[in-house]
Every structure is written in structure tokens, then in C-alpha cells.
T-cell receptor, first 113, second 116 residues
């Protein structure tokens, strides 16, 4: 158990809908990262938050947004969902912003039908 | 731009044998970190081992060791005494040299199958 908790584990929704994925980092970790794993794109970095502030952004679609709350948990919001958004979404956390290992949650498997 | 290449889509190894999973990387940064993660069929990403670019010795963690050859830009994972439970996808990843973030760039992965 990595100590990173993601909910829900599975999510099935229809095209055009909006969903929220939740992540609780390991105790003491200030950084939260979101990654998307799909068959065609592999594992891709989406966005990072550090202590409530956005720190780095990857190839995140405009339809996607994230935030980190004062208690350090994070949410990834996906809207106007398309079939191609079906993927495994991982949250990872680390203590700081450099030279630290990131530990991953179990992922949320999103299926858009 | 930084890039990670894993050229072995799949590997087979017999139980109790050693296996090497290849990883090459491309970066112009002097400071970087290299990671290996294991992803079993259940889907979670399990951290295995880390090597910093300035580390002079190869990293080891139990049955896992990282064969770091800086001049060749390779960071191969060696699993000794393979077990059936080692069957999984293995990803090599690199942390970019920007000190404001630990975001990782992943390779495409190698599927390892251990047979009795």
C-alpha cells in the first residue's frame, strides 16, 4: 500500500458528462501529480500541485481541470467527456518538488460509453 | 526534449533466473533521476528503484538493481532470482531536471512474463 488513496476505483459514464476524481496524498506529502494512462498515449503527465498551488502542467486538455485543497487532497475534473478520455487516471504524491520519489495511488479506471 | 525508450515490448524468463529490462534515455540536463515502476495486472504503479544522475554506485533494492551507464545513457533494470509474482509491466521513467517539479516522463513499458 503506497499510502495514496484514489476514489472511485472504477467509473463508467456517458459522453458529454462531467466527473470528478479524488486523490488523498500520503501523510506529509505536499505535492500531488495527475497522470493519464491510455492504450494509445501511454503514461502521460497531466498536472502537478504543490501545497495548493499549480506547479507544472503537461498535456492537459482544456476540458480537464484540477485543484488541491487546504487539506492537500486533490480533485481532477473531467468535463464534456469523449470516448477517447477512457483511461486509467493515476494520482501520485511526493514530499517536495525535487529529488523525491513519487508514490502512486491505485488509479481510477474511467470508461466513457 | 527528454525521452525514455524501452525497446522490449515483451520478455520471458524462467523462474529463479535473472532478467534484464532495457531502458535508454535522452536528456541534455546534467541533473536528472531515473526510476523503475512495476504495474501488475491489477493496475497499480509500484515504485521499485531510483538512480540519481550524480550517484556513483548503481542502485540496488533487494532483488532489483539498476545498471546505470551514464555515457551510454542507459538505465537497465536487473531482476535477480525471478519469481512468478514478478510477471507484470515494467516502466522506466525519468524526472526532468527542472527543480520546481518532479514530473516523470515514462517509457512505453516492457511486459515481463515469468514461467515455471
Amino acid at each position: 500500500d503506497s499510502g495514496v488513496t484514489q476514489t472511485p476505483k472504477h467509473l463508467i459514464t456517458a459522453t458529454g458528462q462531467r466527473v470528478t476524481l479524488r486523490c488523498s496524498p500520503r501523510s506529509g506529502d505536499l505535492s500531488v501529480y495527475w497522470y493519464q494512462q491510455s492504450l494509445d498515449q501511454g503514461l502521460q503527465f497531466l498536472i502537478q500541485y504543490y501545497n495548493g498551488e499549480e506547479r507544472a502542467k503537461g498535456n492537459i486538455l482544456e476540458r480537464f481541470s484540477a485543484q488541491q485543497f487546504p487539506d492537500l487532497h486533490s480533485e481532477l475534473n473531467l468535463s464534456s467527456l469523449e470516448l477517447g478520455d477512457s483511461a486509467l487516471y493515476f494520482c501520485a504524491s511526493s514530499v517536495g518538488t525535487s529529488n523525491t520519489e513519487a508514490f502512486f495511488g491505485q488509479g481510477t479506471r474511467l470508461t466513457v460509453v | 526534449a527528454q525521452k525514455i525508450t524501452q525497446t522490449q515490448p515483451g520478455m520471458f524468463v524462467q523462474e529463479k533466473e535473472a532478467v534484464t529490462l532495457d531502458c535508454t534515455y535522452d536528456t541534455s540536463d546534467q541533473s536528472y533521476g531515473l526510476f523503475w515502476y512495476k504495474q501488475p495486472s491489477s493496475g497499480e504503479m509500484i515504485f521499485l528503484i531510483y538512480q540519481g544522475s550524480y550517484d556513483e554506485q548503481n542502485a540496488t533494492e533487494g532483488r532489483y538493481s539498476l545498471n546505470f551507464q551514464k555515457a551510454r545513457k542507459s538505465a537497465n533494470l536487473v531482476i535477480s532470482a525471478s519469481q512468478l509474482g514478478d510477471s507484470a509491466m515494467y516502466f522506466c521513467a525519468m524526472r526532468e531536471g527542472n527543480y520546481n517539479t518532479d514530473k516523470l516522463i515514462f517509457g512505453t513499458g516492457t511486459r515481463l512474463q515469468v514461467f515455471p
